[in-house]
């Protein structure tokens, strides 16, 4: 029960297991300043004991940068997608009056093991948009040095970059209800991807070649406009943005493709 956590602890319920052999376990911990609940978690790993008095096995999740760059420590936390690394106990404690804390891996990626889930599909929504910009000479400015590259005025700066702090964390499919075992909708931050490398003045030469993906199933038209993506956005990216502005690209460029199919008849 919750009053019978003393304050100088509190309690993790963790959503542990396999595919198709899913449990609840809660251990007691204490309550240090300022620990997030990756510190919860390397807390347990240190002495799996759960609220039982049992041992049992540490509990695997990932982790790589600790400070919300690199978008592998992604979970639910009391229902909410977000990166462990920094969500703080003490103010979980503090907004919500309760001392318990519940973590849950997503549920749109395929389960590996406990809070690990298997985020590749993102990756591969990446690839059929040309997420890059090819930096092969002959393609950019013919044979030699590539140079500087063309000047990009500030305003534009500041909004490719916004774009470019994409972790590929998974949080915005998490929250997308269009994102479902009966869907194949490509996602936001794929979307958002393909804005960012159109951005650049060298990615714009590639332009079609990402916009003609978002014309298929899956693609743009299957977003719902719920917009949750953008409310659970860890670095803030316009998401929404991203979308209305490819939105309106892919139809140009399905424009400009039945009027250059013409022109060929």
């Known amino acids: 029960m919750e009053e019978e956590i003393p304050k100088d602890k509190y309690v993790l319920r963790v959503l542990r297991g396999a595919p198709g052999n899913q449990y609840w376990e809660e251990f007691e911990l204490p309550l ?22 049992e041992r049992v096995t540490p509990i695997v999740w990932e982790q790589g940068c600790l400070e919300e760059v690199c978008g592998s420590c992604s979970m639910l936390i009391n229902g909410f997608p ?20 519940v973590l849950a891996p997503f549920t749109k990626f395929p389960l590996v093991r406990d809070l690990i889930v298997d985020r590749s599909i993102m990756f591969e929504n990446l690839k059929k ?24 005025a500030p305003a534009k700066q500041e909004v490719i970059y916004s ?15 269009q994102i479902n075992s009966h869907s194949k909708f490509i996602g936001p931050a ?29 693609g743009i038209s299957d977003c719902g406009n719920a917009q949750n993506c953008v409310e ?3 670095k803030n990216i316009p998401l929404t943005d991203s979308i209305a502005v490819i939105g309106r690209d892919v139809t140009l460029q399905a424009l400009s493709d039945v009027f250059s199919f013409s022109d060929r008849e």
């Open 129 to 152: 948009v040309h997420g890059w910009i090819d930096a092969d000479s002959s393609f950019t400015t013919g044979p030699g040095p590539l140079g500087p590259g063309p000047l990009i």
């Open 190 to 218: 794929a979307i958002s991807a393909a804005r960012l490398f159109n951005a650049n003045p060298t990615g714009k030469m590639q332009k079609a070649l990402r916009l003609r993906p978002l014309m298929e199933e899956g």
């Open 32 to 53: 240090r300043h300022r620990e997030n609940v990756i510190s919860g978690l390397m807390e347990i790993q240190k002495n799996p004991i759960n609220r039982r008095g």
């Open 163 to 177: 774009l470019s702090t994409c972790m590929t964390c998974g949080c915005c499919s998490e929250a997308c209800p």
């Open 82 to 101: 977000r990166q462990a690394c920094t969500a703080l106990i003490e103010n979980y404690i503090a907004s919500t009056k309760k001392r318990f804390l």
């Open 232 to 234: 659970v956005c860890p």
